[in-house]
């Protein structure tokens, strides 16, 4: 948290006032309404008290009623303020999660409203909206006002196979779930949820291919679901490849190139 880097700055008392409030309860990112609850009490006039601390560039304003100290960049954090149900997902939080080492250069955020992609602070911010009833596996990161939502491990995984195109690449999406161990009630749980016919499909032949420990329960499921249409395994690959007739789909991966990708070790 920062402290005492704005005493120097030509402040008015009220001004010097409100930023030790800040201090003093560890806050360095609120609404306009949140702080008006906390301290409103206190001033006469806090619109002009912010608008002047962010002229003074002692806090941002990152959007209309929303504010941080002026050197605040967790983009996570900043994230869940832009949408008030935002979710940090996919691509992101494969990364968050060491998933994979492929790093973003946009902050994925799954939420249940619509909203445009926006720039804050020179990070660009995907928000993917879904069906209220798809948001589940979420998890708190971080710790008091630094805290922010984010899907968990197997939520992960199969958002990133529901919408592979914000997954940072299939053989990447491939590989993590290969190489992680990931929980067979959860994975029941989450596909019921996004209810992905072809999505479980692809994670249950892969789960079979791969022997996955943990997820004799899950392939189980996934058979069930298993109906008459072929789906491609790579929705965004080419249409080649021979067709597995239990799975009902085209292998335009084929096994053993599987099989390679999620043994490879990257040096």
């Known amino acids: 948290m920062a402290s005492g880097t704005y005493i120097s700055s030509n402040l008015t008392k009220k001004q010097l006032y409100f930023m030790r409030l800040l201090d003093d309860n560890e806050i360095d990112i609120f609404t306009l309404e949140n702080i008006k609850s906390l301290f409103g009490e206190n001033f006469d006039n806090l619109n002009e008290i912010l608008e002047n601390l962010v002229n003074k560039k002692i806090l941002s304003r990152f959007e209309r009623g929303k504010f941080c100290r002026y050197n605040f960049r ?10 008030p149900d935002g979710i940090v997902s996919y691509w992101s939080a494969l990364n968050k999660h060491g998933l994979t080492d ?16 926006k720039i804050v602070f020179e990070v660009q911010y995907k928000f993917i909206q879904v069906l209220n009833k798809k948001t589940a596996g979420i998890q708190l990161q971080g710790f008091g006002n630094h805290q922010f939502r984010m899907t968990d491990i197997e939520k992960t995984i ?14 990447e999406l491939i590989k993590a779930f290969g190489n992680t161990k990931l929980n067979g009630e959860k994975m029941i749980n989450y596909c019921h949820v996004i209810e992905n016919i072809a999505a479980t499909k692809r994670m249950g032949f892969l789960a079979e291919l791969l022997k996955k420990p943990g997820l004799k329960t899950f392939i189980s499921y996934a058979h069930k679901k298993v109906n008459v249409k072929y789906n491609l395994f790579d929705p965004l690959g080419p249409e080649k490849g021979e067709f597995n007739r239990t799975w009902k789909l085209r292998l335009n991966i084929s096994k053993e190139k599987l099989s390679q990708i999620c043994n490879k070790i990257d040096e």
Not at 158 to 171: E, L, R, T
């Open 74 to 83: 967790d983009e996570f954090v900043i994230s869940n303020y832009l949408i």
């Open 102 to 117: 492929q790093f973003p250069n946009t902050v994925f955020v799954q939420t249940s409203h619509e909203k445009r992609s």
């Open 158 to 171: 199969v958002d990133c196979f529901d919408k592979p195109q914000y997954s940072g690449g299939y053989a």
